[in-house]
C-alpha cells in the first residue's frame, strides 16, 4: 500500500510560479510510474504529466508543455511538478497517483491517489 502527500500548491497570479511536491511511502517507489492529474470545479479529472519509474521518459498534457516539468527522486521518495508562467486555467485541485506498470495518461490505471493540494491562478 503506497500513501502519497501533496504539497506546494497555493495562490499565485498569473505568469507566476509553484513547485508541487508528492511524498511517497509504504511502498518501493522506484517499482510505480508517477502522475500528476488536476480537476477544476464543476469538471472532470485531467491528466497533466507524468513520468516513468526511471524518469527517463515523460508525458505532459498539451497545453502545459514547455510551462510544466515533471521530475522525481528516488532517493527521496518523491516526486515534483515545476509549474511557470500559470494562468487562471490553471486553476484546479492538484492530485499525484502512482501506478505499478508503464507511464499513462488515464486515470483508472492509477492505483493510488493523494488528498490533493489546490492551485489558485488569480488574474
Known amino acids: 500500500q503506497v500513501q502519497l502527500v501533496e504539497s506546494g500548491g497555493g495562490l499565485v497570479q498569473a505568469g507566476g510560479s509553484l513547485r508541487l511536491s508528492c511524498a511517497a511511502s509504504?511502498?518501493?517507489?522506484?517499482?510505480?510510474?508517477m502522475g500528476w492529474f488536476r480537476q477544476a470545479p464543476g469538471k472532470e479529472r485531467e491528466f497533466v504529466a507524468a513520468i516513468s519509474w526511471s524518469g527517463g521518459r515523460t508525458y505532459y498534457k498539451d497545453s502545459v508543455k514547455g510551462r510544466f516539468t515533471i521530475s522525481r527522486d528516488n532517493a527521496k521518495n518523491a516526486v515534483y511538478l515545476q509549474m511557470n508562467s500559470l494562468k487562471p486555467g490553471d486553476t484546479a485541485v492538484y492530485y499525484c497517483?502512482?501506478?505499478?506498470?508503464?507511464?499513462?495518461?488515464?486515470?483508472?490505471?492509477?492505483?493510488?491517489w493523494g488528498q490533493g493540494t489546490q492551485v489558485t491562478v488569480s488574474s
Open positions: 509504504g511502498g518501493t517507489f522506484r517499482r510505480y510510474a
Open positions: 497517483a502512482a501506478q505499478e506498470g508503464t507511464l499513462s495518461v488515464r486515470a483508472a490505471e492509477y492505483d493510488y
